[in-house]
């Protein structure tokens, strides 16, 4: 059988140091960790607002459990969907400015359940080269026409619009870009595929949380109406420290992916006790403004060390704050260094960013504290002269 010559795949990809492997973590998710045993300074998580290991937040997933148990049971459409999704649904519709919200059971199933069921044979979706793979996936799967556009770039975007003939015609991005953390330009994006009656679609999942009032995310970071910004998804398993997503629109979209987003459709709904979770989550949100000030604060000193250093960060006034590197074997042997020294900070390689841009994807928590950032930054300048060339 050697069609499928597993073995010789998996040994090109250690060679070429693009290898996976999973750590094995005990605890909850905080600064400090431990991973395969050892006690570690951990600069990778999505927790951006330090929520997913919150007190009040435990405390209403215990509770919820007491009233509607474990599980989801069956899908939203059979008998899975309870009164604690219901309200979780409509409190993010208001906190979103949207119409209505539906619920899925993660980021990656929102973004294939809407698109394919927005768009078909005749349609044409356009992407951003860096968007998120489910992005990608969801529109290579559609049936659409696929066409993706330079990184940010309004300009040719505008083109591929002007050339296209689709019945349909959806522009598609992430709000902030997960692997370089910078923000699209929405209010542009905006105003283009109106002006070409195309359909906007943010997947927020990065700002949901960290940017705008009261964490409202990007849309509200650009004040986009539902009009401007039609279809706004986001995730709450990174700042609001649950799991899940959402999709916030219409009362039009909302109904039609009920009735033809098949990722929505055909799966058990979210267990209720995680909806109970996360409505606890969107109060500690709304009324904790220092979690997104202290983050900014950690943001700006890390920024300004780095400065110091002469370490490359790419642009990102995000959490997200990626160092880049170059190639994958540098990418490595920094963040083996860093581990050396007790910290962890995740080698982002091929393909999940593209050949020569490996990186270091440092992100913080509003948990993390400024002694902590100037422990990294030691370690940092400690590697770079270890590794000279990573910080060339």
Same mark, same amino acid.
């Given at each position: 059988?050697?069609?499928?010559?597993?073995?010789?795949?998996? =040994?090109?990809?250690?060679?070429?140091?693009?290898?996976?492997?999973? @750590? /094995?973590?005990?605890? $909850?998710?905080? $600064?400090?960790? !431990?991973?395969?045993?050892?006690?570690?300074?951990?600069?990778?998580?999505?927790?951006?607002?330090?929520?997913?290991?919150?007190?009040?937040?435990?405390?209403? #997933?215990?509770?919820?459990?007491?009233?509607?148990?474990?599980?989801?049971?069956?899908?939203?459409?059979?008998?899975?969907?309870?009164?604690?999704?219901?309200?979780?649904?409509?409190?993010?519709?208001? #906190?979103?400015?949207?119409?209505?919200?539906?619920?899925?059971?993660?980021?990656?199933?929102?973004?294939?359940?809407?698109?394919?069921?927005?768009?078909?044979?005749?349609?044409?979706?356009?992407?951003?080269?860096?968007?998120?793979?489910?992005?990608?996936? =969801?529109?290579?799967?559609?049936?659409?026409?696929?066409?993706?556009?330079?990184?940010?770039?309004?300009?040719?975007?505008?083109?591929?619009?002007?050339?296209?003939?689709?019945?349909?015609? %959806?522009? !598609?991005?992430?709000?902030?870009?997960?692997?370089?953390?910078?923000?699209?330009?929405?209010?542009?994006?905006?105003?283009?595929?109106?002006?070409?009656?195309?359909?906007?679609?943010?997947?927020?999942?990065?700002?949901?949380?960290?940017?705008?009032?009261?964490?409202?995310?990007?849309?509200?970071?650009?004040?986009?109406?539902?009009?401007? %910004? $039609? !279809?706004?998804?986001?995730?709450?398993?990174?700042?609001?420290?649950?799991?899940?997503?959402?999709?916030?629109?219409?009362?039009?979209?909302?109904?039609?992916?009920?009735?033809?987003?098949?990722?929505?459709?055909?799966?058990?709904?979210?267990?209720?006790?995680?909806?109970?979770?996360?409505?606890?989550?969107?109060?500690? !949100?709304?009324?904790?403004?220092?979690?997104?000030?202290?983050?900014?604060? /950690?943001?700006?000193?890390?920024?300004?060390?780095?400065?110091? /250093?002469?370490?490359?960060?790419?642009?990102?006034?995000?959490?997200?704050?990626?160092?880049?590197?170059?190639?994958?074997?540098?990418?490595?042997?920094?963040?083996?260094?860093?581990?050396?020294?007790?910290? /962890?900070?995740?080698?982002?390689?091929?393909?999940?960013?593209?050949?020569?841009?490996?990186?270091?994807?440092?992100?913080?928590?509003?948990?993390?504290?400024?002694?902590?950032?100037?422990?990294? @930054?030691?370690?940092?300048?400690?590697?770079?002269?270890?590794?000279?060339?990573? =910080?060339?």
């Amino acid at each position: 059988m050697t069609a499928f010559a597993l073995e010789t795949a998996l =040994a090109e990809r250690r060679a070429q140091s693009l290898y996976r492997q999973r @750590l /094995l973590v005990d605890g $909850p998710q905080a $600064p400090e960790l !431990v991973i395969d045993g050892q006690r570690c300074l951990a600069f990778c998580s999505n927790d951006y607002l330090g929520l997913a290991n919150h007190p009040d937040v435990v405390a209403a #997933f215990k509770q919820a459990t007491d009233v509607y148990g474990v599980g989801g049971g069956a899908s939203h459409l059979i008998v899975g969907h309870s009164r604690a999704h219901h309200q979780l649904e409509e409190e993010l519709a208001e #906190f979103t400015g949207r119409s209505r919200v539906l619920l899925f059971s993660t980021g990656y199933m929102a973004n294939l359940g809407v698109i394919s069921a927005l768009l078909g044979s005749g349609d044409a979706v356009f992407q951003d080269r860096l968007n998120h793979a489910s992005l990608l996936d =969801a529109g290579r799967l559609s049936g659409a026409r696929f066409q993706r556009y330079l990184h940010a770039d309004c300009d040719n975007l505008a083109q591929r619009l002007t050339r296209s003939t689709a019945h349909r015609k %959806l522009v !598609v991005t992430d709000g902030v870009f997960s692997m370089d953390g910078n923000i699209a330009p929405l209010r542009e994006l905006s105003a283009l595929t109106r002006s070409h009656d195309a359909w906007l679609m943010v997947d927020d999942a990065h700002g949901f949380g960290c940017l705008g009032n009261e964490g409202r995310g990007c849309a509200d970071h650009f004040d986009l109406s539902q009009d401007d %910004l $039609p !279809v706004l998804m986001g995730t709450l398993g990174k700042a609001f420290g649950t799991a899940g997503a959402f999709v916030a629109g219409s009362e039009a979209l909302i109904e039609t992916l009920i009735q033809f987003a098949r990722t929505y459709i055909y799966t058990t709904a979210m267990p209720p006790a995680v909806a109970e979770a996360t409505r606890a989550s969107l109060s500690i !949100v709304r009324k904790g403004s220092w979690r997104r000030e202290h983050l900014s604060t /950690l943001i700006q000193r890390f920024r300004a060390g780095c400065e110091t /250093l002469g370490i490359p960060l790419m642009a990102s006034s995000t959490p997200i704050q990626p160092i880049h590197v170059g190639s994958a074997d540098r990418a490595l042997a920094m963040s083996r260094a860093l581990a050396d020294s007790g910290i /962890l900070v995740t080698a982002i390689r091929p393909p999940t960013v593209p050949q020569g841009s490996a990186r270091l994807r440092v992100t913080f928590s509003a948990t993390h504290t400024q002694e902590q950032v100037d422990r990294l @930054l030691t370690a940092l300048e400690q590697v770079a002269r270890k590794v000279p060339e990573v =910080a060339a």
